[in-house]
């Protein structure tokens, strides 16, 4: 019989939920501690690359028209476009590296997809890495596309299919490898991760005054636990449903250090508080990159659970 490890008790209900499956991966940090990530998707990716560029575009359309009117006055046709691709240039990989800078690995796009890119090795994403994936980009996909355009209509068949094979061929590369890597996160040992967002129910989202929880006691437990509280939370009601909910929220309260004694008729209220709290409190932490998978990793143990 297979051992039920967290992770695979993870998969099992996710399933049960509903969830999408991705592929995951281990990584460990340079602390040692294990973190368990999702892939992003191929078609993730793409949409978040689309939204980017749409968002580029829109900043640069109203760039160029104050640079028309403030700096181009008088200049050449010439000097003009050569000046507006050297801005075009300068705003994309500004605008890519801005956001991934400030907001650890996510731009605008990716946030919208839920997805953040990280260092393959587990250890924080450097200003030199992300300034390499985003230079990449150039080579593979604008310096091919910029060179189609500039061809002449007499230009050679093969100048035009070779640079287009070049741009497919580095667009395909993600497919070819298990961690859907494009030449930029390989240059610059990154990888791009979904972060983990699971539907939570209109009733099971509620903010109770009543309940209010500090962060040491929101360290006590990790997503695998969360999941199971929430496929708890889930079930219709019965008197049986009634006496685990009592029971899980007695053991949470010893866990945590609860001090107040919860009332059997307001089980399912604390466990539902509990349950958000605990939500934003994983969220949290995977945008700055903190996975904790269960309450036993080290990641829990060092945050002071017990």
């Known amino acids: 019989m297979e051992k039920q490890t967290p992770a695979n008790s993870l998969d099992r209900i996710e399933g049960l939920l509903g969830a999408r499956a991705r592929s995951r991966r281990v990584i460990v940090s340079p602390e040692g501690v294990p973190l368990r ?138 497919l070819f490898n298990r961690d859907r890597l494009r030449a930029g996160d390989i240059i610059a040992g990154t990888m791009v991760i979904a972060l983990p967002r699971h539907a939570l129910a209109s009733e099971l989202a509620r903010t109770d005054q009543d309940y209010r929880f500090t962060h040491a006691q929101l360290q006590a437990y990790g997503s695998f636990e969360l999941q199971v509280l929430e496929e708890l939370l889930r079930r219709p009601d019965s008197s049986e449903t009634r006496r685990t909910l009592d029971d899980v929220a007695s053991k949470i309260c010893r866990r945590i250090g609860w001090a107040d004694p919860v009332p059997h008729s307001q089980a399912r209220r604390f466990l539902e508080a509990f349950y958000t709290a605990e939500r934003d409190e994983l969220e949290r932490g995977q945008l700055f990159g903190r996975y904790r998978p269960h309450k036993n990793s080290p990641e829990a143990s060092r945050a002071g659970a017990s």
Not at 39 to 60: C, K, P, Q, T
Not at 63 to 70: G, H, K, T
Not at 95 to 106: K, N
Not at 145 to 152: E, H, Q, R, T, V
């Open 37 to 174: 990530v999702e892939i992003a998707d191929i078609g993730e990716r793409l949409a978040a690359f689309v939204l980017d560029m749409f968002f580029w575009l829109g900043a640069s359309i109203l760039f160029y028209l104050v640079a028309a009117f403030l700096l181009l006055r008088g200049s050449t046709g010439g000097v003009a476009v050569t000046l507006c691709l050297f801005l075009a240039f300068l705003l994309r990989n500004a605008y890519f590296a801005h956001f991934e800078l400030a907001w650890q690995g996510s731009t605008p796009g990716k946030r919208i997809c839920g997805l953040k890119a990280i260092d393959r090795e587990g250890g924080p994403l450097t200003p030199a890495a992300v300034v390499a994936r985003n230079l990449t980009r150039e080579v593979e996909v604008f310096v091919p596309l910029g060179l189609m355009l500039s061809l002449s209509g007499g230009a050679a068949v093969w100048e035009t299919l070779s640079l287009l094979a070049w741009v497919l061929v580095i667009s395909c590369l993600p």
